[in-house]
């Protein structure tokens, strides 16, 4: 059974830091790519960070760009979001996404494979 695991979400002030991990199990193969969204209540999940895992290239959505880094550990089949500098409109449930696609895993029409979802708390 392929399975998403999220772990790594808590609260935390604005202008801290989180490093969000999702363990990724049952895959035959580590998929093409995988990525990060997030959903607030009310509002349409988000594509936050995804990585093409063959080739190591990634993409940002503007709202993070320079303050959060997509990586992966392909020998502990893991993906990682290092996030910096938070503030309030972090605050969210981060998903862990992955797919067969060839493309950055950004589009949450083209994922395959969700995670349940870690919570990231910020406050003032």
């Known amino acids: 059974e392929v399975q998403l695991v999220e772990s790594g979400g808590g609260s935390v002030q604005a202008g801290g830091s989180l490093r969000l991990s999702c363990a990724a199990a049952?895959?035959?193969?580590?998929?093409?790519?995988m990525g990060w969204f997030r959903q607030v209540p009310g509002k349409a999940r988000e594509g936050v960070a995804g990585?093409?895992?063959?080739?190591?290239?990634?993409y940002y959505a503007d709202s993070v760009k320079g303050r959060f880094t997509i990586s992966q550990d392909n020998a502990k089949n893991t993906l990682y979001l290092e996030m910096n500098s938070l503030s309030l409109e972090d605050t969210a449930t981060y998903y862990c996404?992955?797919?067969?696609?060839?493309?950055?895993?950004?589009?949450?029409?083209?994922?395959?494979?969700w995670g349940k979802g870690t919570l990231v708390t910020i406050s003032s």
């Open positions: 996404a992955a797919a067969w696609s060839s493309s950055y895993c950004s589009n949450y029409y083209s994922i395959q494979y």
């Open positions: 049952g895959f035959t193969s580590i998929p093409p790519c």
């Open positions: 990585i093409r895992t063959q080739f190591g290239s990634t």
